[in-house]
């Protein structure tokens, strides 16, 4: 069914307590004249939630759901469960108190978005929302960036094939790349190493460890997400490190 009715909204404040009385109950979809539909603020916020147009960029091709679950944080996820995040003290393991700023710092980093979202903004107003709708108990999540990149031990390639179809395969597709989520992400294993062929073997080891471990942050670039220890333990990055022959 078409949706036409405009979308309906609570009123704004902050990102702060005032939020979890303003969404704590959600609005129904009602029906509308006509045969369409006027979507709650929540109904739209889990359409964002799992949207590319959570960012302004016309070539984005990430959204919240490609790295986050919402009541629960699903197996190799880079980022953490979202439920009730707008209520929290602190996102990304500490280094930011803001909800909306962490939503647009991965607008930027992640999604190629130009502009920020502000509190006024209804997208912002709908995905907090939807989040708050879940859960409201404003429990952290941990994240463990890896700071210092060493050397791993060798792991088992049996074992890391099936991290990489768990953790990689959803942007990276399969080892061929073929299923990756758009053409210009490498694949993980020759598009990597060709990248990478006048390195030594050691050199392209670390570097894979860095690129899965920090992402496109400390300086390393791209739009990779970091994969904490919570989300990959050094023993599956080995294994993964062992599969794709590094």
């Not at 302004?56 to 980022?79: E, I, K, Q, W």
Request: with cysteine.
């Amino acid at each position: 069914m078409a949706i036409k009715c405009s979308v309906t909204r609570p009123g704004w404040r902050a990102f702060t307590s005032a939020l979890l009385a303003m969404f704590g109950a959600a609005a129904p979809i009602a029906g509308c004249a006509s045969g369409t539909t006027t979507r709650s603020a929540e109904a739209r916020g889990e359409f964002l939630f799992a949207s590319t147009s959570v960012s302004d960029f016309a070539h984005n091709s990430f959204a919240c759901s490609t790295c986050h679950g919402t009541l629960v944080r699903g197996p190799f996820d880079p980022g953490a469960k979202l439920a009730g995040a707008p209520s929290r003290a602190h996102f990304w393991g500490g280094a930011e108190v803001d909800f909306l700023r962490s939503v647009n710092q991965c607008r930027r980093a992640f999604m190629g978005a130009s502009t920020e979202l502000t509190a006024s903004d209804g997208d912002a107003q709908d995905l907090a929302a939807f989040l708050l709708g879940k859960s409201a108990d404003g429990a952290t999540e941990p994240f463990t960036m890896v700071l210092r990149i060493d050397a791993l031990p060798p792991g088992d390639a049996k074992r890391g094939e099936a991290v990489a179809t768990k953790a990689c395969a959803r942007c990276h597709g399969d080892a061929s790349g073929a299923g990756r989520l758009t053409p210009h992400i490498p694949s993980i294993i020759t598009d990597f190493q060709n990248a990478h062929i006048l390195y030594t073997p050691s050199d392209r080891r670390l570097i894979f460890t860095e690129k899965v471990r920090h992402g496109g942050f400390l300086g390393y670039g791209g739009s990779m997400p970091p994969y904490g220890r919570e989300a990959l333990s050094d023993q599956n990055l080995s294994d993964l490190l062992t599969y794709v022959g590094l």
